[in-house]
T-cell receptor, first 112, second 113 residues
Framework: AQSVAQPEDQVNVAEGNPLTVKCTYS??????LFWYVQYPNRGLQFLLK??????LVKGSYGFEAEFNKSQTSFHLKKPSALVSDSALYFC??????????FGRGTSLIVHP | DGGITQSPKYLFRKEGQNVTLSCEQN?????MYWYRQDPGQGLRLIYY???????QKGDIAEGYSVSREKKESFPLTVTSAQKNPTAFYLC????????????FGPGTRLTVT
């Protein structure tokens, strides 16, 4: 079985400060890891993925994520947060199963 | 959201009525998925289809049905057997090959009273 945990329901950060949204996973075999963003009443948008290779993955809108195999984590980061980054963020993992499993989501609030 | 359309955006139904949610894609993707989203519960998989004329139950298929007669279309019917149908429904596709990321439609918010 595969699973994803996003331990924080909400993350608050001031504009201009760095942000981190946490994700840990459990999967058999090599993981495929994803981050998505959702704005209110919209579908999810793909941000970035880790399949193989460099542990630091860069994605859309200045976001990046670091794959840490020993800690089974894939935290989403951004050096300088914008108010427009405020949204719901989902981590997902796909292992041997064809279908990815999503976390419960973390609400990011960036304060002006 | 480009390439995947879901209609309508908002849907209201009376309890006991079946309702069909539309999902159409022009991305030429083989795999299509239906998810249900409730506040604080993330995305839960209802049904998925990897190829035309074939589909599989997800984690919460009870009270739902689907068809996949065309590659472009994957409609979801919410039947009267679904005990708590009010939710936000999302359709998604996957390109296949080495592209495992999913592409999502804009969603349909269903309210049943």
């Amino acid at each position: 079985a595969q699973s994803v945990a996003q331990p924080e329901d909400q993350v608050n950060v001031a504009e201009g400060n760095p942000l981190t949204v946490k994700c840990t996973y459990s999967v058999s075999g090599n993981p495929y890891l994803f981050w998505y963003v959702q704005y209110p009443n919209r579908g999810l948008q793909f941000l970035l993925k880790y399949i193989t290779g460099d542990n630091l993955v860069k994605g859309s809108y200045g976001f990046e994520a670091e794959f840490n195999k020993s800690q089974t984590s894939f935290h989403l980061k951004k050096p300088s947060a914008l108010v427009s980054d405020s949204a719901l963020y989902f981590c997902a993992v796909k292992g041997g199963s064809y279908i990815p499993t999503f976390g419960r989501g973390t609400s990011l609030i960036v304060h002006p | 959201d480009g390439g995947i359309t879901q209609s309508p955006k908002y849907l209201f139904r009376k309890e006991g009525q079946n309702v069909t949610l539309s999902c159409e894609q022009n991305l030429n993707h083989d795999a299509m998925y239906w998810y249900r989203q409730d506040p604080g519960q993330g995305l839960r998989l209802i049904y998925y289809s990897q190829i035309v004329n074939d589909f599989q139950k997800g984690d919460i298929a009870e009270g739902y049905s689907v068809s996949r007669e065309k590659k472009e279309s994957f409609p979801l019917t919410v039947t009267s057997a679904q005990k708590n149908p009010t939710a936000f429904y999302l359709c998604a596709t996957t390109a296949g090959g080495s592209s495992y990321e999913q592409y999502f439609g804009p969603g349909t918010r269903l309210t049943v009273t």
